[in-house]
């Protein structure tokens, strides 16, 4: 419970005894009376170490200051060490004092609390324990109440806080592998002595000068976040006087921007304390830096200390909960950023600023390295440990507040100490199993009932707990006729969902990590089974509240090293997950270093490891442009290197070394390898002149000619494949471009993707897609710059998607098409005036619009939707001649309509389309022998058709004189003319005189 030293004069007993009997009543039960030295502590230093101790463990100390008290040495020497241990510290008068009769180092640090009697006294009778003597003590009623609200605002213990919150009266008290939030203070139980050690550094700390770190370090499992948010953070908000505590910010991918990023606690705190400005000028302020944002800071210290009625502005405390996250190789694009502006922010005292880390300590190496953070004060708080004893309060205490909340839940006491005994057992990850544990049984079970040690092994105890959360996912996922129903195929699905989307290597400490993936990334087939282990509580969802977007986590770390499925993936996928976050920090440095060829340090055995990335779609997703454009430069230095002796050799004279004999096998057994994965080249890049290399596919093209050839009006394709088959043959020749051959090839890949689609062949467009996309990979990294072959690669990219989506693997495609709109977005920016790369631009927004629409995320695809609008005005309205681009800005219109349809806005389709139709009937009017937007304005009156009813006629009518006109000329093909016999009908339907029915037509009669 609540403890507090009481410092005072033996000659003042009967007051501070009076005192401390109030105290108790008002729920201060741990009072410490200080005491004169024993025998056994005769000397002055012993004295303060006996204090030291006392002190460590007391919340506050309060100064009952008289005339003895300033006359008494060792009163003052107990206020000097609590003034240097940085306690909490209140000065309350007990006699008739003024502030001028205190001395300068007591009415100069604290505002002071007057009990001397006046008109508004309250009388309390005070024996003195083991005598007889009685006096009455008079003190005053307001300067009781003023105590007792100061000392409120000290108050650790978890019982102070009120729970259930009022927002949530059903809300659990065991949050499992969550952690607790600060309206969870309430049951934050087993941290108290920590909590008052952490809080009186931050006094410390506050007290000196600036820049401030304070960094909270713990292993993976302590706690931390919620020893922050739960137990820290609502504690020092009740300090209102001394701090003002900024919401937690979980850098996540967007440590600014995020829906707990920075930008999103300062918008919190500014409505808290009703301060008069937007969200977009806090966003512009945060975009400024420090100098912008420091205004602003400064405005809400002064608005809190006028709420405190405190003359001293407090300090502010911007924590950041998972600070690892900030020196992470990737998610975070904004972390340099943040980084910066709490850098320049911990620098000012106008306010005075505390920057907060709460990190793993394997990261705490980075966070001193880091440059943004040298020279400051910094503070480092090692989270201990927990006792069993506080494993205990964590068990029974919540409970407790339940019943108190009259929601009866029961631990048998002897089941608390079989979980005690499990917790001894699963040591290092002992706390989130036993938090996991106690939510499952609480959720599973309910309240009102009384949980024993047969429950608790039917959930498996703490070491089966995750495996029978699975359990139960499995037995759920038995109704989802999506989901396959033999284990070993889901366990599949599983891995496929999990790695490497949400698990990941760290390449420096070599263990695994959680990834943070958007719910898109996520192959869609895995989805279901996904979503179960959500509800299972085994993967926490974020949506971000500005964006909407859905972005997913592994519910704690300790899933990868407990969940043993899990474990063992992880270990097999060991090599791969290591390279690819050794090629991303790589990246970052050569990045961060002005791409300097000194700084591109993947090569030989390195390197080839680091390209059978591109083996896996999956991992290839993940490979950002600076990754792949950092390959690329690690592959032109590699080729340098090599080609460097043949340079020497021609410079004396002497021809260079034909190294056929020794490339040609290593090549064609890195070819094999790479064929399995069905990536092309990649790999052979790193081992010799590609001219050395004999790659023939003719089995692929017969094969597909052969189908071809049985489809009507598939002749053309078979010219397509007939062509490719004679490229095949020239690849071999050392007297052409080879890289050139190379791209034709890709060129021809994807004409033969078009095909295979045509006749249904989704499988085989997928693997020549992926064959011509891998083909584009290699030619593009001999020279990274090249925009044609960018372009090219983004095509590629592009039948990827197309042949991905054929098959519904929208998650695939989505990928797909995010890189085909990377490579657009980069040439497009980087020459803005050409026409043709900002129209590709907008169509690699349209086909991510498809799939998000597909997937059901109809606010991002109207936003997809919109942007190729955008782009497509813009382009067409300089490019009026083009009447591909007219019609297709039509196209993108009708987009927007259908999706507005679907989100139930009726009037913004009907506008959509009518702006659709508008553009055609523009084409039609100035390009009369323009069949193809006369045949597509057939669409738009169709639409309105269905959404403007009183309109509908009008619109059927003029759809069927469109299509009938076309059909008088033979211009109207068989496709088009089942339109016309289907809007015959609904016109025919509409004349019908509607039936009445005959109950009705006999009462009319009557």
């Not at 990023?261 to 300062?266: D, N, T």
Request: aromatic residues 6%.
């Amino acid at each position: 419970m609540s403890r507090i030293f009481l410092s005072h004069s033996n000659k003042d007993e009967f007051e501070v005894i009076a005192i401390r009997v109030w105290l108790k009543e008002n729920g201060w039960d741990d009072v410490l009376l200080n005491a004169p030295p024993t025998e056994e502590i005769q000397t002055e230093e012993r004295w303060e170490r006996t204090l030291c101790e006392i002190f460590t463990r007391c919340e506050a100390a309060v100064f009952f200051v008289s005339r003895n008290w300033l006359d008494c040495d060792l009163c003052r020497t107990e206020y000097e060490l609590a003034r240097k241990l940085n306690k909490r510290i209140f000065v309350v008068l007990i006699d008739k004092l003024s502030i001028g009769d205190l001395h300068p180092y007591v009415k100069d640090a604290h505002q002071t609390v007057s009990l001397a009697s006046g008109e508004d006294n309250q009388v309390l009778r005070v024996t003195l324990p083991g005598m007889q003597e009685e006096r009455e003590i008079t003190l005053s009623s307001c300067g009781l109440v003023q105590l007792k609200t100061e000392l409120a605002q000290a108050r650790v213990d978890p019982n102070y806080f009120s729970w259930p919150p009022e927002s949530e009266p059903g809300r659990a008290p065991y949050r499992g592998f969550e952690p607790l939030q600060a309206v969870d203070a309430g049951v934050f139980f087993g941290r108290n002595e920590a909590l008052i050690e952490a809080m009186d550094a931050l006094r410390g700390l506050a007290g000196d000068a600036g820049p401030r770190l304070f960094v909270i370090l713990g292993a993976s499992g302590a706690g931390k976040s919620s020893f922050l948010t739960a137990g820290l953070w609502p504690r020092l908000a009740l300090d209102e006087s001394h701090f003002l505590p900024l919401p937690v910010v979980r850098p996540g991918k967007a440590a600014i921007s995020g829906s707990s990023g920075l930008l999103a606690a300062l918008v919190r705190v500014a409505e808290k304390h009703h301060l008069c400005t937007t969200r977009a000028q806090i966003r512009e302020a945060v975009a400024e830096g420090a100098n912008a944002l420091r205004p602003l800071l400064r405005k809400l210290a002064e608005r809190a200390a006028v709420a405190s009625k405190n003359q001293l502005m407090p300090t502010v405390l911007i924590a950041i909960d998972q600070a690892e996250e900030l020196f992470e190789v990737e998610g975070n694009a904004e972390r340099g950023r943040i980084l910066t502006l709490l850098r320049d922010l911990m620098s000012t005292e106008d306010p005075a600023i505390i920057i907060l880390f709460a990190a793993r300590t394997d990261s705490y190496d980075a966070l001193v390295q880091a440059k943004s953070f040298g020279g400051s004060h910094r503070r480092v708080f090692t989270l201990p440990p927990l006792g069993r004893d506080a494993y205990q309060l964590m068990i029974e205490c919540p409970a407790k507040r339940l019943h108190q909340a009259e929601r009866t839940f029961e631990i048998d006491p002897d089941l608390t100490q079989l979980m005690l005994d499990d917790a001894d057992k699963s040591v290092g990850d002992s706390l989130p199993l036993l938090a996991f544990a106690l939510e499952q049984l609480y959720r599973c079970c309910g309240p009102a009932q009384r949980i024993d040690q047969a429950v608790y092994a039917g959930f498996g105890g703490l070491a089966g707990s995750i495996d029978a959360a699975l359990g139960r996912v499995f037995v759920a996922a038995d109704a989802d006729r999506r989901i396959p129903k033999n284990d070993e195929a889901r366990f599949a699905l599983l891995r496929h969902g999990l790695i490497p989307w949400l698990a990941g290597i760290d390449p420096e400490t070599r263990t695994t990590c959680r990834r943070m993936a958007r719910a898109t990334q996520i192959p869609e087939n895995a989805r279901p089974l996904i979503d179960l282990l959500v509800e299972q509580r085994l993967i926490t969802r974020y949506v971000d509240e500005e964006t909407r977007e859905t972005t997913l986590e592994l519910a704690h770390e300790a899933l990868l090293r407990r969940w043993g499925r899990l474990k063992g993936w992880l270990d097999e996928e060991f090599g791969r997950l290591a390279a690819l976050q050794v090629v991303k920090r790589a990246a970052l440095e050569w990045d961060a270093n002005a791409r300097s060829k000194t700084w591109a340090a993947h090569s030989g055995a390195l390197l080839e490891e680091a390209l059978r990335l591109y083996a896996r779609l999956d991992f290839m997703a993940l490979l950002v442009s600076t990754d792949r454009a950092y390959l690329a430069a690690c592959i032109e230095k590699e080729r340098a290197a090599r080609e460097a002796p043949n340079v020497q050799c021609r410079s004396e004279g002497q021809p260079p070394r034909d190294q056929s004999e020794h490339l040609l096998p290593r090549a064609q057994n890195a070819w094999r390898t790479t064929w399995i994965y069905s990536i092309g080249l990649v790999v052979v890049l790193t081992l010799g002149t590609l001219a050395l290399v004999a790659y023939r596919v003719d089995g692929f093209a017969l094969d597909l000619a052969q189908k071809l050839k049985q489809v009507p009006g598939a002749s053309v394709a078979v010219d397509i494949l007939n062509q490719a088959r004679r490229l095949q043959d020239q690849l071999p020749s050392r007297q052409a471009d080879s890289k050139d051959l190379w791209r034709r090839k890709s060129v021809a890949l994807n004409q033969a993707v078009e095909a295979r689609l045509a006749i249904g062949d989704t499988k085989g467009a997928i693997v020549a897609a992926q064959q011509s996309a891998a083909l584009m990979e290699f030619v593009l990294a001999s020279n990274p710059t090249d925009a044609g072959w960018r372009r090219d690669l983004e095509v590629s990219y592009e039948k990827v998607g197309d042949a991905q989506r054929a098959q519904s693997d929208f998650a695939g495609a989505q990928q797909s098409y995010r890189a085909d709109l990377a490579i657009a977005e980069a040439l497009s920016a980087s020459d803005p005036s050409n026409a043709q790369w900002r129209w590709d631009l907008s169509v690699s927004y349209e086909k991510v619009g498809d799939v998000q629409q597909a997937q059901g995320d109809l606010a991002g695809a109207l936003k997809s939707f919109r942007t190729a609008m955008a782009i497509r005005e813009t382009v067409s309205a300089s490019h009026t001649s083009n009447v591909g681009w007219r019609r297709d800005l039509a196209v993108i219109y009708e987009r927007v309509g259908d999706t507005l349809e679907k989100q139930n806005d009726a009037p913004g389709a009907v506008a959509a389309f009518e702006r659709a139709l508008a553009i055609y009937q523009e084409l039609s009017r100035t390009h009369r022998d323009d069949t193809q937007s006369l045949v597509f304005s057939v669409v738009p009156h169709w639409r309105l058709a269905e959404l403007d009813k009183p309109k509908q006629r009008e619109n059927l009518g003029a759809a069927l004189a469109i299509l009938e006109s076309l059909a008088m000329s033979n211009r109207l093909d068989e496709k088009r003319q089942g339109w016309l016999t289907q809007i015959k009908a609904q016109l025919a339907e509409l004349d019908e005189p509607k039936r009445i029915p005959e109950a009705e037509a006999t009462e009319r009669m009557k």
